[in-house]
């Protein structure tokens, strides 16, 4: 096909009648290349509705963990979108992707280059030395018309290219945002279980001196003493293990702040919030735009559908115009005397080529079908995390429920060992019993508490959402490094 079509061109050209054919042509084939791959990017078929609606659902605001009510959280999360290190990877790999755009989008425009140059020769013979000067000062520009939509093509796929990026940076702040909240919470645990333990331990405390009391009257055994006095140091002992994991939690949450240090935490926030857990869905189809990776890989699906079209028309004739000026004198002011100019248009194409751009066009084809099966699998993925995370959120928030009722049992419990040990009807035993159940259960409900948050977090982090996070000043960062830096 190509030399045919270097043939036919080459005939247009040496008929003036005909000029009019040339110039449809490569539109034609240009429109029939463009509306052969773009259209809609296929995608599994998705249910009208989640599993789990809530009547009475409330819609999650586009900074969901305000809904905690921590301003300092707040501030946590505004320091970590602009310092953490991991996020700015994502930025400059957009600055990277923008300027990819930029030369793509240079082909649509001719490529000039000039020269200037100056020298002087020098000659000797039988009549005599010469010696010359010589100026010289030229231009030359070149320009690929895009007949078939080649170019057309590369700063398409370049601009999806971009975009997919910006939806990933997109992406990694939304998880950084859910991980920073995460952390913030685990640290508000490990207080939590301090202010619970110390709680614990100040009740154990009472009781020893109660059972004390009760053995100096006669009332009580030594056997009591002890048991009660080991529960007390038991309860002491694992202070130094909570306190070692805030320390830890409060390293991991400095890390993703950009910083090589454990931050300090105000001592006040020894309690965990426990926000209403119903929440308004949507449509499972609301994904598609509210999840950011799923826009990312939407858009290399279609990246790859454009690379489709540079592919075949690799494979058809290129027309190049160019054109060039050139002055050159023996004095300065003579460079206008004499100019030499030139025009010229050369249409060539692929005769042979051991099939290297045939095999390019099945790589782009294969690289679309794989990335319209990563992005049907990624949504795949996406429906599963609301449906799981939601799931595990209520099923957690219900334990919740069943453990106060457990608690209130445990301390009614509590309360009549208690008071049959003073009335002398059973022996302490029965009241370090239920002591122990009641303060396993506390910490139990601590547990649960948290795992609910963690869900919590897990499902706005699944829905996604319309929040742009704010784009850093790269240049400004401690950390950016000037090209160079730091060099041997």
Known sequence: MPP????????????????????????????????????????????????????NAHNAPERWWSLLDDPDLDGVIAAALDDNLDLRTY??????????????????????????????????GARGAVTQNNFQVSAAASYEVDLWGKVAAQIAAAELEREAVADMAHAAAMTLVAQVTEAWLDVRYQRARRALRQQQIDIASTYLDLVRLRFAMGQASALDVLQQQQQLESLQSQLVPVDTQDFLARLRLAVLLGRAQAIDVPAHLDQLPLPDPALHLGAPQDLLQHRPELRAARRRVEAADARIIVAMADRLPTLRLSASLMLAATAPLDLLDQLFWSLGATLGGPVFDGGRRAAELSRTHSVWRERVYAYAHAILVALEEVERSHALCEVQRQLLDDLDLQLNTASLALHMAREQFLGGITDYSRVITALAALQQLQLSRLDIHRQYLSYWVQRFRALGGAWVPPRPDLEAHPMTLSRGQGAP
């Open 4 to 55: 045919i079509v270097v043939n036919l061109a080459a005939s247009l050209l040496s008929r003036a009648t005909c000029a009019g054919c040339l110039l449809s042509l490569p539109w034609l084939l240009s429109a029939c290349l463009g509306t052969a791959h773009v259209g809609s990017v296929p995608q599994p078929p998705l249910p009208d509705t989640f599993s789990h609606v809530h009547l």
């Open 91 to 124: 930025w400059e790999r957009l600055l990277q992707a923008e300027a990819t755009l930029d030369q793509a989008a240079s082909a649509r425009w001719p490529s000039l280059d000039a020269q200037a140059s100056v020298g002087r020769a020098h000659s000797g």
